[in-house]
């Protein structure tokens, strides 16, 4: 899983990468979008990703490389690539039922400390997968990189 705080910083980026260096791995790619809170789009402009009411979620899948975010999963080499859209706090809700805020795992609600011990990796534009990224998930997938 690759996750972030805010968008435009790399997390697609990271995730083509992962793809293209490791691909005898037959990537499944899901890219997760949260709608709901205003800025689902560059332009401030609905983009189309929202769900009917009657829904919490849908589920597509993109069967074309191209510059979507799904398209770029494919593109890298990706055997599937699927866009799952939830309106913004579906996801935990499904997942922690309707038990108090306090007791279901928010990210606002983690101490610090929690991460301290945890691998972080420096990145910059255009290059998401470093060595030391790559040798991580390499580590964990158990497989060889692909040169």
């Not at 922690?96 to 101490?111: F, K, S, T, Y």
Request: proline share 7%; hydrophobic share 35%.
């Amino acid at each position: 899983m690759v996750g972030g705080h805010s968008r435009n910083i790399g997390k697609t980026s990271v995730v083509e990468g992962l793809i293209r260096r490791f691909p005898q791995k037959k990537w499944t790619a899901l890219k997760i979008t949260q709608y709901g809170h205003g800025v689902c789009s560059h332009a401030g402009e609905a983009c189309g990703c929202e769900t009917e009411p009657e829904h919490p979620f849908a589920l597509s899948e993109e069967y074309v490389a191209g510059p979507t975010d799904s398209g770029r999963f494919l593109a890298a080499g990706a055997e599937r690539s699927l866009w799952l859209r939830t309106p913004m706090g579906e996801l935990a809700r499904r997942i922690c039922g309707d038990r108090p805020r306090h007791e279901c795992p928010l990210w606002e609600a983690v101490a610090r400390g929690v991460w301290d011990h945890k691998p972080r990796f420096v990145v910059e534009s255009p290059n998401y997968v470093t060595a030391a990224v790559s040798e991580f998930v390499r580590s964990r997938l158990s497989v060889e990189p692909s040169r």
